[in-house]
């Protein structure tokens, strides 16, 4: 299967870790859940979903009192994919949008080099699959390589990409955008935003500006903030999640570049510690390599 493929180093180094730790043990105490506290922290869940899963075990430790090392596996799957539940992550099926919303609005946010421009061709590619008239907007205007990249994209889908010059106002690209897609009667609109985090006041005022002026066009717009982070970098997507959440109202989460790391708990730590759905991951960096979150298939994986 792909998902087993893309996430081959997630999950051998998470069963590896995870026998290690229970190794010789028939019954889980005290020891095996440092054990696993540990293994939990260095797959990068985070500190804080990690003590909550080691208390939710702990607590059926105490109901059942005695929990066998071979059922550990089951209760930690049951746990984390609870966990992953409590935020709605996972819940969607396929890349359908809903049809209630025309055009659907995406804006995509997130810092450079998370595969924000790949993520957005791959899901325009998905939805044109499916028969949907799909717009991208280049509102990341601050560097002339983030246009020229999405204009590829375009290309490669076939399929309109509205655009000014490096440097104009993203908002104004914004307004642009959503007008055409309307005009052209689209049903999804992918709008790229540029993610600059070391101006956090720079970072809200333009993003709080794209809104407002896309809300000229579709009064509801966006109907999705879908914020990119890179699943390879671990605490930095902690902190770039923190940033995002703190200067717009962040409602999704693609996770990329899940098939080049072995801490792929980071999906399941940010969406936790964030509240927000985890809908899109990414397993490399051809353009069917984008899958629809489906939070049993992702925690089966670490335990195949
Ligand atoms: P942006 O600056 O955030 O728009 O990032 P890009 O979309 O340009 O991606 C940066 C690099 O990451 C490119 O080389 C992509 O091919 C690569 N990339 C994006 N997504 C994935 C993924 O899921 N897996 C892998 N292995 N590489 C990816």
Redesign the pocket.
């Known amino acids: 299967e792909t998902l087993d493929k893309g996430l081959e180093k997630s999950k051998s180094s998470f069963l590896g870790k995870l026998s290690k730790a229970v190794a010789g043990k028939s019954k889980v105490d005290d020891e095996v859940l440092d054990n696993l506290e540990e293994v939990l922290v260095t797959s990068d869940v985070g500190v804080n979903t990690t003590l909550k899963i080691i208390e939710r075990i702990e607590a059926r430790v105490a109901k059942d009192k005695y929990l066998g090392t071979e059922e550990l596996n089951k209760i930690l799957r049951e746990e984390i994919a609870g966990l992953l539940s409590e935020t709605n992550s996972g819940e969607a099926k396929d890349f359908g949008i809903p049809t209630n919303n025309k055009p659907h609005v995406i804006m995509v946010v ?1 810092v ?8 957005i061709g791959k899901l325009a590619y998905q939805f044109k699959k499916q028969g949907k008239k799909v717009v991208l907007g280049a509102a990341d205007t601050f560097r002339a390589a ?1 246009i020229d ?1 999405l204009q590829v994209w375009a290309e490669r889908v076939d399929i309109p990409i509205i655009k000014q010059k490096m440097g104009s106002d993203p908002a104004s690209v914004a307004f642009d955008t959503l007008n055409s897609a309307v005009a052209e009667n689209a049903d999804v609109v992918l709008v790229d935003t540029a993610g600059r985090l070391h101006n956090k006041i720079n970072l809200m005022n333009e993003l709080s500006k794209i809104k407002r002026v896309m809300q000229k066009v579709v009064p509801d717009a966006p109907h999705d903030v879908l914020l ?1 982070l890179d699943g390879s970098t671990g605490q930095n997507a902690f902190e770039q999640a923190k940033q995002f959440t703190k200067a717009t109202e962040v409602s999704s989460l693609a996770v ?5 790391t072995a801490k792929g708990g980071v999906v399941i730590g940010i969406s936790d510690q964030f509240k927000i759905p985890v809908k899109y991951i ?4 051809g353009i069917e ?1 984008l899958q629809v979150f489906n939070k049993y298939e992702f925690v089966d994986s670490f335990f195949k």
């Open positions: 997130g450079n080099g998370v595969g924000k421009t790949t993520t983030a990249q990119v990329t570049k899940l098939d080049g990414g397993v490399g960096e390599d």
